[in-house]
């Protein structure tokens, strides 16, 4: 019986967390934000930082 594939885009893969809790620590963003930004933008950490400071402004 073949596994079925995980289609819940509301997870991040597990070595991915640590790169929320830090851009969470790092720009004051929340967690929540942090997994949105990061599944948007990917390593772009200019851009992520750049994006996470326009949701604090808002």
Known sequence: MARKKST???RVKK???LE???L???TDVTPK???VLLRKHGA???RLKDEAEDL???
């Open 44 to 46: 772009d950490w200019q």
């Open 20 to 22: 929320v809790e830090h």
């Open 15 to 17: 070595g991915a967390e």
């Open 33 to 35: 934000q942090a997994r």
């Open 8 to 10: 819940d885009t509301s």
């Open 56 to 58: 604090k402004e808002d």
């Open 24 to 26: 969470a620590e790092v």
